[in-house]
């Protein structure tokens, strides 16, 4: 019998990745594209399919791909469509599904980039035989994915799990990309890191620091990081900050349902003890008592260049085999 396998997609809003993926998690090969180069999404399905076959030919798997999983912002998982774009350079609402499946001739899910991280570990990483736990990404953004009883939650319309968007500060709070303020990816995403700590500079002005050195508008979390590790006060002082809003969030999120444990993705969980003995200490100062001790804080166990591709392919599977709400 051949070997089956999948294609996961991830659509950036710079790059889109995509590769081939077995049964067991092994990303057989991967290449990419840019997103934003071609003027029409369907000149964009175009360059993906022409690509992607290539990909396919070359590692001998022609009549081998049993399904794709696509991870997209804003995508709807009921309807296979991405709905605001916010990122991508075309109208939006886009039938994604359905122009994919009809282009590869292949069932084709579709899910937020959040969902489709929480499918990859549920099914590849730290979730394998969990059944309820919530998928927390920390990147520019924050996004989650929450599971409940070994299934995903995504709500009557496709959009539920935007923790990233629970206020967690009512009053003066720093305004987001929603149109909202004080949103938890404010402060807990690398680009809050990077804000937390000009605001910090600018609140202590006596105080001396290493980021002092550069153009306040330049710092990024990378060098509050670097900062922090050569012993900086300040921007140790910036993950602290950081980590006990973030678990204070955590903390909230157990009250809806219960997980037994929260799983870190993205670049800022590489800062490490720095933000997560913080992160683990709020939490547990301001959990109820009867979920006290019970709540685990992992760390992804996917590799993060595969990261991205294994969450999508995932639910390239789920395309194949599981009944889903729509099937391209």
């Known amino acids: 019998m051949s070997k089956p396998y999948v294609v996961g997609i991830d659509i950036g809003g710079t790059n889109t990745v995509f590769g081939i993926v077995d049964a067991r998690g092994a990303v057989l090969a991967s290449s990419s594209i840019k997103t934003r180069k071609q003027p029409t999404v369907e000149a964009y399905i175009d360059e993906l399919y022409t690509e992607l076959t290539k990909l396919i030919e070359v590692n001998?798997?022609?009549?081998?791909?049993?399904?794709?999983?696509?991870?997209?912002?804003?995508?709807?998982?009921?309807?296979?469509?991405?709905?605001?774009?916010?990122?991508?350079?075309?109208?939006?609402?886009?039938p994604l599904a359905q122009m994919v499946s009809e282009?590869?001739?292949?069932?084709?899910?579709?899910?937020?980039?959040?969902?489709?991280a929480a499918i990859g570990e549920?099914?590849?990483?730290?979730?394998?035989?969990?059944?309820?736990?919530i998928m927390i990404t920390l990147g520019t953004g924050v996004g989650s994915g929450i599971v409940i009883n070994g299934q995903l939650v995504y709500g009557h319309d496709g959009f539920a799990g935007e923790l990233g968007h629970v206020t967690v500060k009512r009053n003066n709070g720093r305004l987001c990309g929603c149109g909202r303020r004080g949103c938890l990816e404010t402060y807990c995403s690398a680009t809050g890191v990077a804000q937390t700590a000009r605001e910090f500079l600018e609140a202590r002005p006596g105080e001396p620091s290493i980021l002092r050195e550069m153009p306040i508008d330049e710092i990024t979390s990378k060098d509050v990081y670097d900062a922090a590790v050569a012993g900086d006060k300040l921007a140790h002082d910036v993950f602290e900050f950081t980590g006990k809003i973030l678990g204070e969030a955590l903390a909230d999120f157990t009250v809806f349902s219960a997980p037994e444990a929260f799983i870190l993705f993205g670049g800022l969980t590489k800062s490490g003890e720095l933000i997560m003995r913080p992160l683990r200490d709020s939490l547990e100062k301001n959990l109820m008592p009867l979920w006290r001790g019970k709540v685990k804080v992992l760390l992804?166990?996917?590799?993060?260049?595969?990261?991205?591709?294994?969450?999508?392919?995932?639910?390239?599977?789920?395309?194949?085999?599981?009944?889903?709400?729509?099937?391209y």
Not at 76 to 84: A, C, K, M, P, V
Not at 122 to 133: C, K, N
Not at 300 to 327: H, M, T, Y
């Open 60 to 94: 001998d798997a022609v009549g081998k791909i049993n399904g794709i999983g696509i991870g997209a912002p804003n995508a709807n998982y009921y309807t296979g469509t991405i709905e605001q774009g916010v990122n991508l350079p075309w109208p939006t609402p886009i």
């Open 103 to 116: 282009k590869f001739n292949l069932p084709v899910a579709v899910t937020n980039d959040a969902n489709a």
């Open 122 to 133: 549920m099914t590849y990483g730290a979730a394998r035989g969990l059944r309820d736990f």
């Open 300 to 327: 992804s166990e996917l590799k993060e260049a595969d990261a991205a591709v294994l969450g999508a392919s995932a639910l390239g599977w789920e395309a194949k085999f599981n009944n889903l709400p729509q099937r």
